[in-house]
């Protein structure tokens, strides 16, 4: 379990976090989204045990993080953007080295077999990490933060810079970690892969703007605005001038548009459901439009 309530974080005159609570459980894939400098990672390393909260309190795994910054860090996976690896070492030296801070020695040759396995490393496990493509090395980063068998798992935007099929298969692999019951918390400023979370929270500004299932903020977003799209030849800002558009962005052949409640337009407009970009989007406006 994660637990954290009203957690601040300054930098100096910088707000980084402001009274930041959430709750993740158990076999739970939850997804912390928003733009870079949404406080994402600062949040991260706090529950990792590595920076100290200006306010608030935080529990991982049962361990107050202020109090046990050590025990802390014994208890969870850490694998962040930049993949966590050590690149002049082999696979199966990087998976033997983390083993081995957490694990006792008679545990370690099996952790790494078994992670081996269901990593599908097995062909690469005497390749030098630096040698491996983005994805790979990827997957790598990932199997050495559950190793040890952590039972929480801190996920620092895992997919960055890979492509469609391999973001896909890091996601295959997140799941499941948290089916083995792991709390499994991800970073992304992907709007698309933030619908592969069991349950989101809305970055923005260091703040949670709002937080629930992928339908649960859809719908809360349909409250505040509407969603269409219309194929016109008007020029996209004078479409985004008019009375009651809040946005509007090129989409395919016309234009997709976010509309006040009542808004009534002279175009041929078609109501389509949001997206997660469309929800932030809406739900973010109030705090002064996302990035």
């Not at 935080?58 to 993080?65: K, R, T």
């Not at 409250?223 to 009651?244: F, K, M, N, S, W």
């Not at 009542?262 to 469309?278: G, I, R």
Request: aromatic share 6%; charged share 20%.
């Amino acid at each position: 379990m994660i637990s954290v309530t009203q957690i601040s974080r300054r930098f100096g005159p910088l707000v980084a976090l402001n009274n930041v609570s959430l709750e993740v459980r158990p076999g739970e894939v939850f997804g912390l989204l928003g733009p870079n400098g949404a406080g994402k990672t600062t949040l991260i390393r706090i529950l990792s045990g590595v920076l100290l909260p200006s306010a608030g309190q935080a529990q991982v795994a049962g361990l107050d993080v202020t109090r046990f910054p050590e025990q802390v860090k014994a208890a969870i996976g850490y694998a962040t953007q930049e993949a966590s690896v050590y690149r002049d070492l082999t696979v199966r030296e990087n998976l033997e080295f983390r083993a081995r801070l957490y694990l006792k020695a008679q545990a370690v040759p099996q952790a790494v077999e078994t992670t081996l396995q269901r990593f599908g490393l097995q062909d690469f496990a005497h390749r030098l990490a630096g040698a491996l493509s983005g994805g790979w090395r990827q997957r790598l980063a990932l199997a050495q933060a559950v190793v040890h068998g952590p039972r929480v798992v801190f996920l620092d935007e895992p997919t960055t810079g890979l492509d469609p099929v391999s973001r896909r298969i890091i996601w295959d692999l997140i799941h499941q970690e948290a089916a083995r019951g792991a709390v499994v918390l991800v970073t992304t400023h992907y709007m698309d892969e933030a619908e592969r979370c069991h349950r989101l929270a809305l970055l923005f500004g260091g703040q949670v703007v709002a937080q629930g299932t992928p339908h649960e903020l859809e719908q809360l977003a349909l409250q505040q605005a509407r969603v269409a799209y219309c194929e016109t030849d008007l020029p996209l800002q004078r479409i985004r001038a008019l009375p009651g558009v809040l946005d509007a962005w090129p989409s395919g052949r016309g234009v997709r548009l976010i509309l006040e409640q009542q808004a009534s337009l002279s175009l041929p407009l078609q109501t389509v459901y949001p997206n997660l970009e469309d929800v932030f989007i809406i739900l973010t406006r109030r705090q002064g439009g996302a990035a």
